[in-house]
């Protein structure tokens, strides 16, 4: 799932790989979908609501190359061996089917020799897919094939469908910047049952003036682009976020400065450090920009943040969901739906939490979501006393003013073990108060564990 491309260039609307053909006649998917890209790395948070989803695509591995040292070759051991691995995660949400995804991470498209060994792992999965009742659909490629190697793109696709079990369907993820004029990209949608183009990531991540993640799904102009190739599509939708640290200097001035990305960083982390100044904004995507500008020299965890120096938040909204989908839904003909990247990890608080994602984007099972604030809690496994893990479902996350919590326990706490920078604290022996700056508020946010000789019911009130 490549977080990183070229701009986006202008798009012809014609002239594309191919003859034009017109989809009008062609009989559209039966059905409109949701549902998410499950990544290695995602986990099931216990505060979800175990919804089916439509479709799940379940990074399962990777495609690798290995250089073998010069002692281990031999006349018939070439020197470069390619691999593919992947395991099917012990706990995956429901879903109604099931794409196992196998991603290269490299620029540039894997050797051929890889794919009968691609197609020998898919069959082992699906045969541990059997055993668990999952019903396996098909494979997705995961490859940011540079634009100008798509000839050699679809040869290998080609190569992988000849060796795949009969009845396997093949997905493939595309980049935008192969559907600008003069591409091999119809070839390569001719080797695939379905392709799913990601809206998202169209600049670099890495220049300093990209405060998007997201880009805007313009219907009118991409839907006779997707529908030419009379190919089944969905599209790919952020709901993820991201973090990073914008030195005050461009690297020019001061090389051993640098943009650096953070993938544990939370909002909660700065936002309680009075050394930070907080400015924000919404971009184009409806996406809300956090920029934390320091005030002076700071340590974030083992990064040297100096004055100036700005640490910065990209956060998806459901206002972006709502936006995305909304246009998503005016794209006719071959449209399948909408996949969103993707499911987060456990106690992500910059990615949007798959219920609210799905409530968000008007998915009727979702709807009604969190109608107010409340507790949950898990079981911590200890021996001599009672001690669990201390959640809160958030009626109103992201909230743009501070927000102030009051938190009842039944019985006497022995003592209370705040999450990192969390602003929670005891009042009393039964009694926690926890104050949230702006925007630090998530749908389902985990403040500590909770000791108690006894064991303890929470309630939670919000104070004006």
Known sequence: MRLSQAVLLVIASAGLSGCTVSWSNQSAPSRWTAGFWFWQGSSIDPAYSGQELDVLFV?????RKETMPGYLRTAGNAAEQWYAYGELPSEIP???????????????????????????????????????????????????????ALPQYAGFIRQVRMALPKGVQVSITALLDWF??????????????EFVPQFYDLGDPAADDQAAIAARIDAARWEPVFNRFRKRFRIGISSFGRARVIPHEPPSQSPYRRLVFYGDLRPLDVATNPAFQLQTSRNAADETVLGYRAIRKVHVGYERIDAGDVVQFVISTPDAIRAAVQSARLIHGQMAGIVFFRWPSSREDWAMQPDEVLEAAGVAAAAGGRQ????????????????????????GPLVPQPVRYRIRASVPLEYFLPERNMPVHLTGASELELSLPPYCSRGHLYLGRAVSLQRAEFTVGEEQ
């Open 94 to 148: 429901p879903a109604r089917e099931y794409w196992l995804v196998y991603r290269y991470a490299n620029q540039g498209v894997p050797d051929l020799q890889v794919a009968s060994k691609l197609a020998t792992q898919i069959s082992r999965l699906q045969a541990d897919a059997r055993q668990r009742h999952l019903n396996v659909v098909g494979l997705q490629l995961d490859i940011d094939s540079p634009t100008s």
């Open 59 to 63: 990074q399962v591995g990777t495609i």
């Open 180 to 193: 600008r004029s003069g591409t091999a990209v119809g070839d390569v949608i001719a080797q695939a049952d």
């Open 372 to 395: 107010r604030n409340r507790i949950q809690v898990m079981p911590g496994d200890c021996a001599a006393v009672s001690c669990v893990d201390v959640y809160l479902d958030s009626a």
